[in-house]
């Protein structure tokens, strides 16, 4: 599990009818403010207790181990209401810590950084079997060339257009593979099948840029991705925007 993964988990189950069907924005500042301070509060009483058995004073009632595992549940749900929070004031509370932490690094002549590691994760979506097969295949390849280079880690589901047998012929030059894409990628594979591949991919990605054009199945994904926290996006500046923005610890308008 990375941050960002549980931050999207957490919101659902707060948003969710299945969860509390609390919307974050239904609470103000102050209010979640108060929540979070509530759990640190109650962490911090179990910390008074654990110094008790520190300075040998009596009038605890649960053992120590007991008080650990409390402290523990304490913070967790402290981390989970400050997570929220940060999350309802449009905050990337990684970023914004990765920069905190970093600049007083620089303040102390530490050397020490913190870097998020891996690429940020962008799910491409957009028509494969409506309109002109090669036209939407060479649009999805050149978001995902783009995306690439501009230090994401793309997935296009496109190709599965090639998903088949290959064939290859010996040349002069050497041996030439290949695959003819067709709208159905496999024969043996279905619109519900593809979908249920796609979707869990949607889900633990960071983003999702809709490439233009008319597709049941992207519209699904947009759907999916929405329901399950994924900013969606429609121009590839857009996104990169959204992230550059990210990673100096603000949200854009």
């Known amino acids: 599990m990375n941050w960002y993964e549980f931050s999207k988990v957490n919101r659902e189950r707060s948003e969710s009818p299945r969860g509390f069907g609390h919307k974050l924005e239904n609470w103000s500042l102050s209010d979640w403010m108060t929540a979070t301070l509530g759990e640190l509060g109650e962490a911090a009483n179990v910390a008074k207790k654990l110094n008790r058995y520190r300075d040998g004073i009596n009038g605890n009632t649960e053992p120590e181990v007991v008080l650990r595992a409390q402290l523990a549940r304490e913070l967790a749900d402290t981390f989970i209401y ?19 932490f970093n600049a007083k690094s620089e303040q102390l002549k530490c050397p020490i950084r913190f870097e998020r590691t891996g ?8 028509p494969i079997s409506k309109g002109d097969l090669v036209h939407n295949l060479n649009q999805a390849t050149a978001a995902f060339v783009a995306l690439a280079k501009a230090g994401f880690a793309p997935f296009c589901p496109h190709w599965s257009a090639y998903c088949k047998r290959a064939t290859s012929r010996r040349e002069a030059w050497g041996v030439e593979v290949t695959c003819q894409a067709t709208v159905e990628g496999n024969d043996q594979m279905t619109h519900a099948d593809w979908m249920g591949v796609d979707l869990p991919w949607v889900e633990v990605s960071d983003a999702l840029l809709r490439l233009p054009g008319e597709s049941t199945g992207a519209d699904m994904e947009v759907h999916h991705a929405r329901a399950h926290g994924v900013p969606v996006f429609h121009s590839i500046e857009d996104l990169v925007a959204h992230f550059e923005a990210y990673a100096n610890g603000t949200v854009p308008a």
């Open 82 to 100: 400050l997570d929220l929070l940060a999350q309802r004031e449009g905050i990337d509370l990684p970023a914004a810590v990765r920069k905190t």
């Open 119 to 126: 690429r940020t994760r962008v799910y491409i979506a957009g």
